[in-house]
């Protein structure tokens, strides 16, 4: 059976958001969901607590006051990657589980990559958060395929649009680098080299492709499917979206060893939604 992800970026949600995203994110198919920009307040704790509840394995780092990161929720079975305690800078920002497969170990890797504005304090942020994050797949990087996804905040060299003036040559190297550096594919290229998306936008004609998925050259080999899903920034019937980013699923030709037990996590009991007491 094809090993599923998707990683989408949920706009740190209030907990009446995060209400809506769980009931969405409960009705996906896939092995194992990336979130990106998550936070240490109710909305974030409130998805983290629901899929555990409902027997998922949640990987949430622990975030400092006012600050973002990753989730990662999964319903095959995880250990901890060593790419979680490798950062030591911004550290919830990114996070890894190891997925045993039938052709041997998967790392799955989420992160969050700081944006910025034209201030120099943000942009020696973003620069020194991506060093650092480059140092730690050096770092970590043991000859297991490796599957990277999240809201990278950066864009191709080619992108359409260019956006001239908007990204240093710091942010494009990164994103080459990811290749160059570190050997992983942009698996949304690999599939479509042509293609024009956009995962997120100001403007309709002026959108971006922030969020990615990078993999081994022996995942590419397995590569059936990585697609942008764009109804979580659609308008919906409420008058409101699920967030402002479209989400990135990929799909691989590789077989979980053990899935995990879980139930409906849209009505696990949870410290938010406590169990009715009955008298």
């Not at 589980?97 to 910025?116: E, F, H, I, N, W």
């Not at 956009?198 to 022996?218: C, F, I, K, N, Q």
């Not at 080999?221 to 990929?250: F, K, M, N, Q, W």
Request: aromatic share 8%; hydrophobic share 40%.
């Amino acid at each position: 059976m094809p090993l599923s992800l998707i990683t989408v970026n949920v706009g740190a949600p209030s907990l009446d958001r995060a209400r809506r995203q769980l009931r969405w994110l409960a009705e996906r198919s896939e092995d194992v969901l990336v979130l990106t920009e998550t936070k240490a307040t109710a909305g974030s704790q409130f998805l983290a607590e629901a899929f555990t509840a409902a027997g998922y394995a949640v990987t949430f780092p622990e975030h400092a006051p006012g600050e973002l990161g990753v989730m990662i929720i999964s319903k095959l079975a995880v250990t901890p990657d060593p790419l979680s305690t490798a950062m030591d800078y911004l550290p919830a920002r990114a996070a890894g589980v190891v997925v045993d497969t039938t052709d041997g170990p998967l790392r799955v890797a989420g992160a969050y990559v700081p944006s910025r504005d034209s201030s120099a304090d943000k942009t020696e942020r973003k620069m020194t958060w991506l060093q650092r994050f480059q140092d730690a797949l050096d770092r970590t990087a043991n000859g297991t395929p490796l599957l990277l996804l999240g809201d990278l905040n950066v864009l191709e060299p080619t992108h359409t649009p260019a956006h001239r003036g908007q990204f240093a040559p710091f942010e494009y190297a990164f994103y080459t680098g990811l290749t160059d550096r570190h050997h992983l594919i942009d698996l949304f290229r690999h599939l479509h080299p042509d293609q024009v998306e956009h995962s997120w936008a100001r403007r309709p004609e002026l959108g971006y492709r922030y969020d990615h998925a990078h993999g081994s050259l022996t995942l590419a080999e397995r590569l059936t499917a990585c697609d942008y899903v764009h109804e979580t920034r659609e308008i919906g019937p409420d008058g409101t979206r699920l967030t402002d980013h479209s989400g990135l699923a990929v799909r691989l030709t590789l077989t979980a060893t053990t899935t995990l037990l879980t139930s409906d996590p849209a009505t696990a009991v949870t410290s938010a939604e406590p169990e009715a007491t009955l008298f």
